[in-house]
């Protein structure tokens, strides 16, 4: 029976940085994952608190060409309600940031991981699924293929929605879903991005437009399950001429790049991320619509904080109630992200006219007052930093 300090069950892009973050904590790590069985040609931007991870783990000059900035967001109403928000503009150069963070291809940041995870001597990989997990007070053991079994002082489940791992620590997940689909693509288009992305409100959710290097950039439009299917059936000309539109041509002429792909809208949120000597992370642990871009950076955040609790001081054993201490540093800030994403959606989805009214005077507010708007940038990047510098700058005032 082979001995590790801590295994990681999955090999999605949450679980590569888990295991390169651990691995540079000095513990001995296994991660456990087949290969994937496609190329995941989507594509993620990360904010500037994650870029700044990834520099320390010493990937992110791999990435970066492959990368294009997010300058200026812009959220823009596509609606033809009644009463529709103004647009508002969002400069990175206001909090003191060239870019909020960057877009980049999954491909290019799986690359980078992978290639770093080869290098490092306190990671092994077992290139298989788990087909058991079993999670006791003084150990976890995995099984895997024929028979072979691992145990270990600490797991930590990085293998999805469906997670094997959260169910042998006994914990259960809450799951609801929408009426909505999100379809999935990449453009070039005849106009520079200037590194912006827009972001369309409409009735059915919104219409993320996010740059790529080049002429080129990515989409996330949240339809009705029904005009999913019909648009990626449409032919690749009929598809570029419907995203074009929806942009109001803002980039000139669009050409939709390979095939579209639509995925069903869904949230999940455990009930606990961490019990004993089991955690979760990634889609194990929480999953909500693509919207404001929070998920895989708050996967990172899930790292980060695994990273600091289980590093090696002076040879000391991982303590049996690691878990739970994860559990309660990270439970505030995937509570607020998930609650916040879902209220945002049903929002937009929402024919109710005092929320209709909110939504727009909420956008009033923001243009209004540009310390609120720094603020809610400033929280979007790194949770508690836009606060704390809100309250800050109150204090100033008042003592002036």
Not at 81 to 106: C, E, K, S, V, W
């Amino acid at each position: 029976m082979q001995h590790y300090e801590i295994a990681i069950v999955g090999g999605g892009l949450a679980g590569l940085v888990a295991a390169l973050a651990l691995g540079r904590t000095g513990r001995k790590v296994c991660l456990i994952a087949a290969k994937p069985p496609h190329e995941d040609t989507r594509t993620t931007a990360l904010m500037d608190q994650s870029v700044r991870y990834l520099e320390r783990l010493g990937v992110w000059d791999a990435i970066a060409p492959s990368t294009a900035a997010l300058s200026v967001m812009q959220i823009l109403d596509g609606t033809t309600r009644l009463l529709r928000a103004p647009p508002a503009q969002f400069r990175a150069t206001d909090i003191g940031l060239t870019a909020f963070g960057y877009n980049m291809p999954n491909t290019a940041l799986s690359e980078a991981l992978n290639k770093a995870l080869a290098a490092e001597p306190n990671v092994t990989r077992i290139e298989q699924n788990a087909e058991s997990v079993a999670v006791q007070t003084d150990k976890a053991t995995i099984s895997i293929a024929e028979g072979d079994v691992i145990e270990v002082d600490f797991v930590i489940g990085a293998d999805g929605r469906n997670s094997i791992t959260r169910e042998a620590a006994g914990v259960s997940a809450r799951k609801w879903s929408y009426e909505q689909s999100a379809v999935v693509l990449n453009f070039s288009h005849a106009l520079p991005h200037g590194n912006v992305s827009t972001e369309f409100h409409t009735e059915s959710g919104p219409f993320t437009q996010v740059p790529l290097p080049g002429l080129r950039s990515s989409l996330v439009w949240v339809v009705r399950p029904e005009e999913a299917a019909r648009l990626v059936s449409l032919s690749t000309e009929e598809l570029s001429t419907a995203v074009e539109t929806r942009m109001q041509s803002i980039l000139g002429k669009v050409t939709v790049e390979g095939k579209a792909r639509a995925w069903p809208l869904s949230s999940m949120m455990a009930e606990r991320f961490g019990s004993g000597r089991a955690a979760f992370i990634g889609e194990a642990a929480h999953a909500f619509p693509p919207i404001g871009a929070q998920g895989l950076n708050l996967s990172l955040r899930d790292s980060m904080t695994l990273a600091e609790l289980l590093s090696a001081v002076r040879d000391r054993p991982i303590a049996a109630d690691a878990g739970d201490r994860y559990n309660r540093r990270r439970k505030p800030d995937v509570m607020s992200r998930t609650v916040s994403v879902d209220l945002l959606n049903r929002s937009l989805l929402t024919d109710f006219l005092p929320v209709q009214m909110v939504r727009a005077a909420g956008m009033h507010v923001l243009n209004a007052i540009p310390p609120l708007r720094n603020a809610l940038m400033q929280e979007g990047v790194e949770p508690g930093r836009g606060l704390k510098n809100f309250v800050k700058g109150l204090g100033k005032q008042v003592r002036h």
